[in-house]
């Protein structure tokens, strides 16, 4: 069993920077998708950007040209760098990973992005 783990969120001030990184237990070549997605208080799980296995990238409208999604198979991460962050960025943010067939999803645990002066 795969697992994701995230690392670094924390607090930044409007306008700044942060990269998170999501490492996976086991290989990420198998994944047909691997994305981050984020929930905000009181708010649905939404998606952020993903990844496919060919380096194809797809955006929320939120995230576009703001934030870079990408993927490293031989060390099996993925990051999110996240540039010109906005209070409306605080979230959870989750790293998933997926299989469309036989269809495997995963999820990490999350990590807090805090965008507060």
């Known amino acids: 069993q795969v697992q994701l783990v995230e690392s670094g969120g924390g607090l930044v001030q409007p306008g700044g920077s942060l990269t998170l990184s999501c490492a996976a237990s086991?290989?990420?070549?198998?994944?047909?998708?691997m994305g981050w997605y984020r929930q905000a208080p009181g708010k649905q799980r939404e998606l952020v950007a993903t990844?496919?296995?060919?380096?194809?990238?797809n955006y929320a409208d939120s995230a576009k040209g703001r934030f870079t999604i990408s993927r490293d198979n031989a060390k099996n991460t993925m990051d999110l760098q996240m540039n010109s962050l906005k209070p409306e960025d605080t979230a959870v943010y989750y790293c998933?990973?997926?299989?469309?067939?036989?269809?495997?999803?995963?999820w990490g645990q999350g990590t807090q992005v805090t965008v507060s002066s």
């Open positions: 998933n990973a997926r299989i469309f067939f036989p269809r495997y999803d995963i």
């Open positions: 990844i496919d296995g060919g380096g194809r990238t």
């Open positions: 086991g290989s990420t070549s198998r994944f047909n998708v």
